[in-house]
């Protein structure tokens, strides 16, 4: 070990930060959805009140930073630093929502993989004691990224059944130092990913092309910790869909390792197949809207003692992808432990 690293690519944290307080916002469908009376907040339409999707995505992280915050009983302006992600070009739905808030702000992309990057960048700043409060916050919508990443919605393309459906939606955690004793939650562990390509071009079969990084992130993270899947209550990647997570299980068993039991993935828990999402939800609001959602309330009164949540991206953009190019993938983990006794 050297420092705070373990192994080959996992940082421990000797005085885990403490997960402080978080919310999700969705909209219509995901309120319709297995998950939906677990949002903090759903919208009926996916304007959300606004004039543009591009401007109702702002206003999806704007609500879940707010509404995390207020769990604090603390203004946003109270916040030493803002952690945030989405899928549009230069990030914009997450700067203009941090615009007006004098809140340091750093703009983080991982596609998918995004909530558990600027989570893990924001545990690393609370425990460093560079920052005491960070907000880590991503988020999604589907309309927006059609616009950018398909075809308009007017043209009424057909969606392969390898495709996801990019989730409207957002999640906001509150992170503290590990001496805050009212903090339900702690990050104990970090994996940041490397790029994993194995030559999917298939923009439509992302679960395919994120799938060879998600096994590399966590086979990493079990041989750095010297834990099995067995070791947690669950394994949660977000968002592989159905085709990335037979996959997944299937690279683990060539190894002798038995995932299925233990792993679940976000797009598969966010919507119901009779919702006519194909192969499960996906987008960066899926992954942080399911951990605010349905995984922190679980680890925070005692039904989760320990998990995994690996989240993947599929790094392409519209150009890239009509270029002909491949489609990067990454993954970054992190170990989530009950802060609750007994």
Same mark, same amino acid.
């Given at each position: 070990?050297i420092g705070?690293?373990?192994g080959?690519?996992?940082?421990?944290?000797?005085?885990?930060?403490?997960?402080?307080?978080?919310?999700?916002?969705?909209?219509?469908?995901?309120?319709e959805?297995?998950?939906?009376?677990e949002?903090?907040?759903?919208?009926?339409?996916?304007?959300?009140g606004?004039?543009?999707?591009?401007k109702?995505?702002?206003?999806?992280?704007?609500?879940?930073?707010?509404?995390?915050?207020?769990?604090?009983?603390l203004?946003?302006?109270?916040?030493?630093?803002?952690?945030?992600?989405?899928?549009?070009?230069?990030?914009?739905?997450?700067?203009?929502?941090?615009?007006g808030?004098?809140?340091?702000?750093?703009?983080?992309?991982?596609?998918?993989?995004?909530?558990?990057?600027?989570?893990?960048?924001?545990?690393?700043?609370?425990?460093?004691?560079?920052? #005491?409060? %960070?907000? @880590?916050?991503? +988020?999604?919508?589907? &309309?927006? /990224?059609?616009?950018?990443?398909?075809?308009? *919605?007017?043209?009424?393309g057909?969606?392969?059944?390898?495709?996801?459906?990019?989730?409207?939606?957002?999640?906001?955690?509150?992170?503290?130092?590990?001496?805050?004793?009212?903090?339900?939650?702690?990050?104990?562990?970090?994996?940041?990913?490397?790029?994993?390509?194995?030559?999917?071009?298939?923009?439509?079969?992302?679960?395919?092309?994120?799938?060879?990084?998600?096994?590399?992130?966590?086979?990493?993270?079990?041989?750095?910790?010297?834990?099995?899947?067995?070791?947690?209550?669950?394994?949660?990647?977000?968002?592989?869909?159905?085709?990335?997570s037979?996959?997944?299980?299937?690279l683990?068993?060539?190894?002798?390792?038995?995932?299925?039991?233990?792993h679940?993935?976000?797009?598969?828990?966010?919507?119901?197949?009779? #919702?006519? %999402?194909h @192969?499960?939800? +996906?987008?960066?609001? &899926?992954? /942080?809207?399911?951990?605010?959602?349905?995984? *922190?309330?679980?680890?925070?009164?005692?039904?989760?003692?320990?998990?995994?949540l690996?989240?993947?991206g599929?790094?392409?953009?519209?150009?890239?992808?009509?270029?002909?190019?491949s489609?990067?993938?990454?993954?970054?983990?992190?170990?989530?432990?009950?802060?609750?006794?007994?």
């Amino acid at each position: 070990m050297i420092g705070k690293r373990m192994g080959v690519g996992t940082i421990k944290f000797d005085r885990p930060p403490r997960v402080r307080a978080w919310a999700a916002v969705g909209g219509k469908k995901e309120k319709e959805g297995p998950l939906g009376q677990e949002f903090d907040h759903v919208f009926p339409d996916t304007m959300c009140g606004e004039s543009t999707w591009e401007k109702a995505e702002m206003h999806l992280q704007k609500v879940a930073v707010g509404m995390a915050a207020n769990k604090c009983k603390l203004p946003v302006s109270a916040m030493d630093m803002v952690i945030a992600g989405d899928l549009l070009g230069q990030c914009v739905a997450s700067s203009y929502a941090a615009r007006g808030t004098q809140v340091p702000y750093l703009g983080v992309y991982g596609a998918c993989s995004t909530m558990a990057e600027s989570l893990g960048i924001a545990a690393c700043m609370v425990d460093g004691g560079f920052a #005491q409060r %960070v907000c @880590a916050v991503a +988020s999604s919508h589907f &309309c927006t /990224a059609e616009r950018q990443y398909r075809f308009p *919605l007017a043209y009424g393309g057909q969606r392969t059944p390898t495709a996801q459906w990019t989730a409207t939606a957002a999640g906001a955690c509150i992170l503290t130092p590990a001496a805050d004793d009212c903090a339900p939650v702690r990050i104990t562990h970090v994996c940041f990913g490397k790029i994993c390509d194995l030559g999917i071009t298939d923009a439509n079969n992302m679960g395919a092309a994120m799938a060879p990084a998600a096994y590399d992130t966590l086979r990493t993270l079990l041989s750095d910790t010297g834990t099995h899947p067995e070791d947690y209550d669950g394994i949660f990647t977000g968002d592989l869909g159905e085709v990335g997570s037979r996959l997944l299980c299937e690279l683990f068993e060539q190894h002798g390792i038995q995932m299925a039991e233990k792993h679940e993935d976000c797009g598969k828990l966010l919507f119901d197949k009779k #919702q006519d %999402v194909h @192969a499960g939800g +996906s987008g960066c609001g &899926c992954a /942080a809207s399911v951990l605010c959602a349905h995984l *922190l309330p679980r680890l925070a009164n005692g039904t989760y003692k320990r998990i995994i949540l690996a989240a993947t991206g599929a790094l392409m953009s519209p150009t890239s992808v009509q270029q002909g190019e491949s489609i990067p993938g990454v993954c970054h983990a992190l170990v989530l432990e009950s802060g609750k006794k007994g």
